[in-house]
């Protein structure tokens, strides 16, 4: 009968240790990120919330202010009027 030489139960011992060892670093690496991604997410959404509340508020300001009578607050019609062409970004809003 073969036999194997003497080391290498001590040699697979080892290897395989050093797998398993390899395997719980990967796991542990993979939830660390699964759970920072998770927590980013969070946080986009929590800030995006904020932004839609500033528009929502912004928007509110500007109803009222556009209620308003300029010729009651010393305002005048300006006797001339110039417009500036500028190509600008789209403009994205959440606000309703």
């Known amino acids: 009968?073969?036999?194997?030489?003497?080391?290498?139960?001590?040699?697979?011992?080892?290897?395989?240790?050093?797998?398993?060892a390899v395997y719980v670093v990967l796991m542990v690496t993979a939830m660390y990120?699964?759970?920072?991604?998770t927590e980013l997410a969070g946080i986009a959404r929590s800030k995006e919330a904020d932004v839609v509340a500033l528009e929502t508020e912004y928007y509110a300001a500007i109803k009222e202010l556009t209620k308003t009578d300029p010729a009651s607050?010393?305002?005048?019609?300006?006797?001339?009027?110039?417009?500036v062409a500028a190509v600008g970004f789209?403009?994205?809003?959440?606000?309703e």
Request: net charge positive; glycine share 2%; aromatic share 16%.
């Open 33 to 37: 990120f699964a759970s920072s991604a």
């Open 73 to 83: 607050l010393g305002f005048v019609t300006p006797t001339e009027v110039e417009y």
């Open 1 to 20: 009968m073969n036999a194997l030489p003497k080391k290498s139960l001590s040699y697979l011992a080892a290897a395989c240790a050093f797998v398993f």
């Open 90 to 95: 789209p403009a994205f809003s959440r606000a």
